[in-house]
């Protein structure tokens, strides 16, 4: 292949020193002993031993005091009525410092990533594009959940991240329906300090593979959309975010016959009047549907299966489809032998994207050997790209471990994928 694809030399690896604090409940037989031997310690102790946990874990969060409150509360439960009315303040949040742990989010992987537009623009020098990108974090237990970060394109599309931010928190939770809830965070908080974590019983495994775009609706009002998968254990489900600001989060699951399984990827506008969506409903092949509503999706319809040998065991979208002057360009991930996952790409028809224009015969980016080890081998893997300026800037995960980046000319790019097979 012709295409040149430029390589950044920055990687972002799982930082174990990332932590959230956590509700720790092991059952309530455990926990009621735990609290008996809590209660029996001396009313001096008890002070001297909340005065050193404030002094050590504190400074780590903006609001320990509130969260200790939070998980007395979750298991005062287990106390007499009367006991409960009778603790200070104090002696809550010591027995609300026992029900905590810290959670290292992303101890293991920091991958699957995705990127848009920010919603804020301003003060940026000339041929600069300021950009969220969202991550699949894991950590302990292999529980995923999602985590940002801002970062500034430069005209060459070479990218430099804002610093992160250090007071780390999760949401406050508010359900709104049996297949719905909302999550809200403090607005003073940077959007690298928002870990969204699993809240339903759906998704206690895992919120995994975030794909986002910026939606918009037909009176031009945008939104910052990402389907993602739901993972409890043994079962995914298929779910969509929706923000306006990164800041405050509406978390729906999509229902009907055709959301299922994974990959699932939203166009950026309705087409004809309907909303869009990649699926790969089946495992292997890429699919497309359309629907009057975008949390219910009924049917489906084939659109690609895998033709070429580095995607003969399933080819799936890496991302929400592009609009391009030339149709929509879909980024593409192939698995072939030895389950080598590389990325490709297709161009599909602006007016009506079940036809496709052309394809990618070979792959414009597969793991070199410095990317084939990790904690999935010879994965190269993305959720959404962008384009800025005359590139296509592709953010990708590195054997189910690590991200990196990289550009390609976007015009190469189109003109590679319509030619003649």
């Not at 079962?235 to 729906?252: A, N, V, Y």
Request: hydrophobic share 40%; with cysteine; charged share 20%.
């Amino acid at each position: 292949m012709k295409l040149q694809i430029n390589r950044t030399n920055l990687r972002l690896n799982p930082d174990s020193r990332k932590v959230i604090p956590r509700y720790l409940n092991a059952g309530n037989e455990r926990s009621l002993a735990k609290l008996k031997r809590i209660m029996n310690l001396a009313d001096t102790h008890k002070a001297d031993l909340l005065n050193q946990v404030m002094q050590e874990f504190s400074g780590r969060y903006r609001n320990i005091e509130d969260i200790f409150m939070k998980h007395f509360e979750s298991i005062s439960y287990l106390l007499p009525d009367n006991t409960v009315q009778d603790l200070s303040t104090e002696k809550k949040l010591l027995i609300g410092s026992y029900f905590t742990m810290e959670y290292a989010y992303e101890a293991a992987a920091v991958f699957n990533p995705s990127v848009v537009e920010a919603p804020e623009q301003s003060g940026l020098a000339a041929g600069e594009k300021r950009v969220v990108i969202s991550f699949r974090a894991t950590g302990e237990s292999h529980i995923s959940s999602l985590i940002f970060k801002q970062a500034i394109l430069d005209e060459q599309a070479n990218i430099r991240f804002d610093p992160d931010g250090q007071l780390l928190c999760e949401g406050v939770v508010k359900h709104l329906s049996e297949t719905s809830y909302s999550l809200s965070f403090p607005t003073d908080s940077t959007l690298s300090e928002r870990v969204i974590f699993p809240v339903t019983l759906n998704e206690k495994n895992g919120i995994e593979d975030a794909r986002f775009v910026q939606f918009t609706d037909t009176d031009g009002d945008r939104t910052y959309m990402a389907t993602y998968t739901a993972y409890n254990g043994s079962m995914i489900m298929p779910c969509l975010i929706e923000t306006k600001d990164f800041c405050h989060f509406r978390m729906s699951q999509m229902t009907g016959a055709a959301a299922v399984n994974k990959n699932l990827a939203l166009f950026p506008r309705k087409i004809n009047g309907q909303y869009a969506m990649l699926a790969r409903i089946d495992g292997v092949n890429n699919f497309i549907m359309f629907s009057n509503d975008r949390y219910q999706w009924p049917t489906a319809e084939l659109l690609q299966e895998p033709k070429y040998d580095w995607e003969l065991v399933q080819i799936g979208n890496g991302g929400a489809p592009i609009e391009t002057e030339k149709g929509w360009l879909v980024i593409t991930h192939g698995v072939g032998p030895m389950r080598k996952y590389c990325l490709g790409a297709s161009l599909f028809d602006i007016n009506d994207p079940r036809i496709e224009l052309g394809r990618l015969k070979a792959p414009f980016l597969l793991p070199n050997e410095d990317e084939r080890h990790g904690y999935v081998p010879n994965v190269v893997y993305s959720c959404g790209s962008i384009v800025h300026g005359d590139k296509l800037f592709v953010p990708y995960a590195v054997s189910d471990h690590a991200t990196s980046f990289a550009t390609v000319n976007l015009t190469s790019l189109l003109h590679e994928i319509l030619q003649p097979g």
